[in-house]
């Protein structure tokens, strides 16, 4: 697996709040720290993605009475899985993974920060008509092959991958830089879809063995 000068790595999700300890812990999330920031150092570019939910966010339980985390709700663009309260604009646990080493990143996208709408995908907002503008920002850059790590597999890293192929866009996913909420069979289940839509998986060693180009 050699790369292309117009290798993306998609950084999805390293925050505080999806760590253990966090407010929605990934389980094993914290490994994907260090496999990302060998990563980081070899691809020509690096984009970040960060969940950012205003306080009393519509995909937070607390903010439907009666609701409790991980029950599903219908909201106007349709059934949102209610989350504990996590990665708050502004407060510790939104902030990146201190070990993630993300100076490198050319861009950062914040989601999720409409007070009404959640965002998984780093592309479009959950009503499915917001778009982020990182297609744009890819295409206009020139930039062609995702290369997708980060959290949660079945959610965010999910969306993504399917949203990039749906853009046009070539996705792979760095299995071993990715982990899973997996509620209800859900990591079998975003393994299955993302390799329906053609997104292809792939191991950080392979990328790190063969890796000839750095930073540009
Ligand atoms: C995520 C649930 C809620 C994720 C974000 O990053 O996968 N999951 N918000
Ligand atoms: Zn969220």
């Given at each position: 697996m050699h790369l292309a000068p117009d290798d993306v790595l998609l950084v999805i999700d390293v925050q505080v709040d999806f760590l253990?300890?966090?407010?929605l812990p990934v389980p094993g999330?914290?490994?994907v720290v260090a496999p990302i920031n060998r990563l980081i150092a070899r691809f020509p570019h690096v984009v970040v993605t960060q969940d950012w939910h205003t306080p009393?966010?519509?995909?937070?339980?607390?903010?439907?009475?009666g609701r409790a985390p991980f029950e599903t709700v219908d909201l106007a663009y349709g059934p949102q899985v209610l989350w504990p309260e996590h990665c708050v604009q502004g407060t510790a646990g939104a902030a990146l993974a201190p070990g993630l080493e993300a100076t490198r990143a050319e861009l950062l996208i914040r989601k999720g920060h409409a007070p009404g709408v959640d965002s998984y995908s780093a592309f479009l907002e959950a009503d499915r008509?917001?778009?982020?503008?990182l297609a744009g920002y890819l295409r206009e850059r020139g930039l062609r092959r995702l290369f997708l790590c980060g959290l949660a597999t079945d959610f965010c890293v999910l969306w993504s991958a399917l949203d990039a192929r749906e853009a046009g866009f070539e996705a792979y996913v760095v299995e071993d830089a990715v982990r899973g909420i997996d509620r209800e069979g859900s990591l079998d289940r975003a393994w299955a879809r993302m390799e329906a839509a053609g997104v292809r998986r792939v191991a950080s060693a392979g990328i790190i063995a063969s890796a000839g180009i750095t930073g540009s």
């Open positions: 253990p300890g966090g407010r999330g914290d490994a009393g966010h519509a995909s937070f339980a607390g903010s439907h009475p008509a917001t778009r982020t503008g």
